[in-house]
C-alpha cells in the first residue's frame, strides 16, 4: 500500500522522459576518473595532430642565400652607375668637341668668298695696278689667317684634287661630265670645297664628277686617287 505523504515530506520531482532515457541527459561536470577508456573510438581527433612536424629551416643557410642576393644586386647597381658615367662623360667631350660646330658653319661662306675676290683679280691688272697688287695681297693674308685659325680648331678643308676618286663621305656630286678621259666616277672639277670638324663632316666638296661612256669600264685610276692633297 502507498504510504500517505505527510505534511512536510520532501517532493520528488520526476525528470521528463524518465530515468531510464541518457538522450540529452547533460554531462559537463560529471567526472570521468575511474572509466576505462580502451577500445573507446577517437572520433573528431584532427589528421594534423597524427603527421610529423617539418625540420626547421636552417637560418644559416636563409642567411647566406640573403647575402648573395644582395651581392648580386649591388654589384648590378655598381655596374649600372658605371655604364652611366661613362655614358655621361662620353656625351659631354663630343658636346665639348663640336661646340664650335655652328660657328664653323657659319664663317665657311667668309672663306668662300675670300677665295672668290683673290680668283676674280686677274694677274695681269695686279702686275699692272700696285695698288690693286696690294689689297690682294691683304686679302690673301686674311685668307690663310682665317685658315690657320681653322686648323686650330680642328677644322680641315676638303679639297680634292682633279682625278681623284669621288668619296660620297666627303664629296657631293653636281654634275657629270662625259667623254673627259678619266675613269667614271672620278672627280673633274670642284665647284666648292668642304670642311671637316674633326671627324664630322661641316659641309662635303662639290664636284663635278666623269661619266664613263657606254662601252666604258671605271679602269685603273689614277695613282693619286682616294688620297688627300
Known sequence: MERRREKGDPVEVEEPGGAGEAEGV??????????????VPTVGVPAEAAVPEAPAEDPVARLEAEVAN?????????????NSR?????????????????FARD???????LRRALDAVPEEAMAADESLKTLADGVGLTERQLIAAFERHGI???APEPGERFDPHLHQAMFEVPNTGQPAG????????GYLLHDRLLRPAMVGVAKG???EGNGAAPSGNGTDS
Open 156 to 158: 680641315r678643308r676638303v
Open 213 to 215: 661612256s657606254a662601252g
Open 26 to 39: 547533460p554531462t559537463e561536470g560529471v567526472p570521468t576518473e575511474g572509466v576505462p577508456t580502451e577500445g
Open 70 to 82: 644582395l651581392k648580386d644586386q649591388l654589384l648590378r647597381a655598381l655596374a649600372e652607375t658605371e
Open 107 to 113: 664663317m665657311l661662306p667668309v672663306a668662300d668668298n
Open 186 to 193: 672620278s672627280i673633274v672639277q670642284v665647284m666648292q670645297p
Open 86 to 102: 661613362r655614358r655621361s662623360q662620353r656625351e659631354r667631350d663630343e658636346a665639348v668637341r663640336y661646340a664650335a660646330a655652328g
